[in-house]
T-cell receptor
């Protein structure tokens, strides 16, 4: 299994600002993902964070809006840039270990005013 | 496009009864399916998985059934307890290793 922590756990931000969310895993993992979960809805994959190279974004998500870093096999950051109220969501970090099992962090609850 | 969906958005059961949560998927190429439980304020937690070469898999109090003919997945929870109250998601994995999530079913267990 993998233990995942995220910082911050929640934040309230002003429109037009940016927030960087950190994800730390207790072991080296090959695959890390970032998801968004809007209130009362399911999870939507934003991107796959690739170690040492640019993240792979899903349709509807772009690097300028959601820049991602992954400097090593245990850490990644997601930045939500130039925020608007529509960005209010829970942002979840997820990892896949050697098996197909996927683990999730506790999430970062973001409110944009 | 591919999609994974759930038949019912909410399910209410009496404590001690069995629960059945259903899921329909549309991508016949998916070969791995997972059920997650998400409690309020927490991230999804892995419950049980099944590969496409199986039609049934059992865990502790949970069973997952896969019917590839009709592209249907179900999660059975035996002797449902108040601690089982949560939102349950099914997810399917493609060859790229990405999980596509269904809409979620809210399970409420009445004491």
């Amino acid at each position: 299994s993998a233990v995942i922590s995220q910082k911050p756990s929640r934040d309230i931000c002003q429109r037009g600002t940016s927030l960087t969310i950190q994800c730390q895993v207790d072991s080296q993992v090959t695959m890390m993902f970032w998801y968004r979960q809007q209130p009362g809805q399911s999870l939507t994959l934003i991107a796959t964070a690739n170690q040492g190279s640019e993240a792979t974004y899903e349709s509807g998500f772009v690097i300028d809006k959601f820049p991602i870093s992954r400097p090593n096999l245990t850490f990644s950051t997601l930045t939500v840039s130039n925020m608007s109220p529509e960005d209010s969501s829970i942002y979840l970090c997820s990892v896949r270990t050697g098996t197909d099992t996927q683990y999730f962090g506790p999430g970062t609850r973001l409110t944009v005013l | 496009g591919e999609s994974v969906g759930l038949h019912l958005p909410t399910l209410s059961v009496q404590e001690g009864d069995n629960s059945i949560i259903n899921c329909a998927y549309s991508n016949s190429a998916s070969d791995y399916f997972i059920w997650y439980k998400q409690e309020s304020g927490k991230g999804p937690q892995f419950i049980i998985d099944i590969r496409s070469n199986m039609d049934k898999r059992q865990g502790q109090r949970v069973t997952v059934l896969l019917n590839k003919t009709v592209k249907h997945l179900s999660l059975q929870i035996a002797a449902t307890q108040p601690g089982d109250s949560a939102v349950y998601f099914c997810a399917e994995n493609t060859n790229a290793g990405k999980s596509t999530f269904g809409d979620g079913t809210t399970l409420t267990v009445k004491p």
